[in-house]
């Protein structure tokens, strides 16, 4: 079935550093890819998203694109900052209407000053 | 933005009881709720689709006896784990999908850790 990988955290980063965070999946079709996020105490928030092959979403500096022919979605920032320490969840969807999103494991970001 | 209020956040139970969490969509109409479950270092697994007004659909493993889904109305959808055990024990988190007139956007909540004792 579809699946989501995403490299294992806890990443620890200083202010300002570059992040990426690897996502592969594996999935029949054509699938939506999302990144969320969930900063502490709160819920899950769509943070980018991209729907179709060679698209690039980006949002808050983040950015990430579909990667058809390697199957990732990697999720990178230029410069993080303290409030981004965070925990990003790569996600996929089938697209359909009432489809489930598959996430996967989540890595947890942590940037100091 | 649209918010999924979810409730309660934290709860403690012993085991044999029965534990009801509520997930509310608090300014959209969801036609459809999801439930995830999640385990320390794990990704968050789906556990049940619910629609409106009609029967939930669980997921492969997940015992429908046990997590009891109640989607009675647009705005809200609750969880029930009965008779609890220690293996329960996980986060739940909700979520939220609006309807087309929302765009289908997908919401989540904060998430309900449940620990039994």
């Known amino acids: 079935g579809d699946s989501v990988t995403q490299m294992e955290g806890p990443v620890t980063l200083s202010e300002e550093a570059f992040l990426t965070i690897n996502c592969t999946y594996t999935?029949?079709?054509?699938?939506?890819l999302f990144w969320y996020v969930q900063y502490p105490g709160e819920g899950l928030q769509l943070l980018l998203k991209a729907t179709k092959a060679d698209d690039k979403g980006s949002n808050k500096g983040f950015e990430a694109t579909y990667r058809k022919e390697t199957t990732s979605f990697h999720l990178e920032k230029g410069s993080v900052q303290v409030s981004d320490s965070a925990v990003y969840f790569c996600?996929?969807?089938?697209?359909?209407?009432?489809?489930?999103?598959?996430f996967g494991k989540g890595t947890t970001l942590s940037v100091s000053s | 933005g649209a918010v999924v209020s979810q409730h309660p956040s934290r709860v403690i139970c012993k085991s044999g009881t029965s534990v009801k969490i509520e997930c509310r969509s608090l300014d959209f109409q969801a036609t459809t709720m999801f439930w995830y479950r999640q385990f320390p270092k794990q990704s968050l697994m789906l556990m049940a689709t619910?629609?409106?007004?009609?029967?939930?659909?669980?997921e492969q493993g997940v015992e429908k006896d046990k997590f009891l889904i109640n989607h009675a109305s647009l705005t809200l959808s609750t969880l029930t784990v009965t008779s609890a055990h220690p293996e329960d024990s996980s986060f739940y988190i909700c979520?939220?999908?609006?309807?087309?007139?929302?765009?289908?956007?997908?919401?989540f909540g904060s998430g309900t850790q449940l620990s039994v004792l």
């Open positions: 979520s939220a999908r609006g309807s087309r007139e929302a765009n289908e956007k997908l919401f």
């Open positions: 999935a029949t079709g054509y699938p939506s």
């Open positions: 619910s629609n409106e007004g009609s029967k939930a659909t669980y």
């Open positions: 996600a996929l969807s089938g697209g359909q209407a009432g489809t489930a999103l598959i």
